[in-house]
């Protein structure tokens, strides 16, 4: 069921879930995503954005398509600053492999993007 109702509760089970169910980092990257990014090889299972606004749309669009079937993208202050944040919003909204929720039980916003399509294992 994807209805607006739902959506909230949805984000906070996959939140918990992924803080219950995923093992230790393999790794974990801090600094300038884009230059950071190119250097990774692989398919990521859980990328987090805490970045400039503006760069939302630019970093899914680099990353999304390497996010394997069941990863999860959040991206930190999808609602106190959302007029900053340019066409992201509409782009996980949309996207046909992408089941999006938005969570904000503090004011700030947190969406939570899960990658759709067949699990491998």
């Known amino acids: ?3 607006e109702r739902a959506r909230p509760v949805i984000a906070a089970l996959l939140i918990g879930a992924c803080m219950v169910a995923l093992p230790a980092a393999q790794s974990a990257n801090a600094g300038d995503a884009f230059a950071e990014r190119p250097k990774l090889t692989g398919e990521f299972d859980f990328v987090f954005l805490d970045a400039w ?3 939302d749309k630019r970093f899914f669009d680099m990353v999304f398509p390497r996010l394997r079937p ?3 993208f959040l991206a930190h ?3 106190n600053k959302r007029n900053e944040m340019g066409d992201f919003p509409a782009a996980i909204e949309n996207n046909p492999m992408a ?3 938005i969570a904000s039980p503090s004011g700030e916003g947190m969406s939570v993007t899960v990658k ?3 699990r491998h294992p």
């Open 1 to 3: 069921m994807r209805t």
């Open 53 to 55: 606004k503006r760069d």
């Open 70 to 72: 069941g990863g999860l």
């Open 77 to 79: 202050n999808v609602v």
């Open 99 to 101: 089941f999006s929720s």
């Open 116 to 118: 759709l399509g067949p």
